[in-house]
């Protein structure tokens, strides 16, 4: 319980939902460098990332997003 119980917590909120979005016309820099579990911010919103599929040749990523409260 010490290094997981708030991760577990947090994946069971009731306030938390899952979003998708896709990005379009993103940088090739953006592409190789983005990871699991980064953090995004949307609007103004916070989102933390769960999944997301690449297409390189157009440049376009469908993200799977949770949002972070």
Same mark, same amino acid.
Do not use: C, P
């Given at each position: #319980?010490? !290094?997981?119980? #708030?991760?577990?917590? #947090? ?5 938390? =939902?899952?979003y998708n979005y =896709? *990005? =379009?016309?993103? &940088?090739?820099? +953006?592409?190789? $460098?983005? /990871?699991?579990?980064?953090?995004? +911010?949307?609007?103004?919103? *916070? !989102? /933390?990332?769960? #999944? !997301? $599929? &690449?297409?390189?040749? &157009?440049?376009?990523i469908d993200f799977?997003?949770?949002?972070? &409260?």
């Amino acid at each position: #319980s010490n !290094y997981h119980k #708030s991760f577990i917590e #947090s994946s069971f909120n009731v306030k938390r =939902k899952l979003y998708n979005y =896709k *990005a =379009k016309n993103v &940088t090739l820099d +953006l592409i190789n $460098n983005i /990871r699991l579990n980064d953090n995004i +911010l949307i609007k103004g919103r *916070a !989102y /933390r990332i769960d #999944s !997301y $599929n &690449t297409n390189i040749t &157009t440049k376009e990523i469908d993200f799977n997003l949770i949002n972070i &409260t």
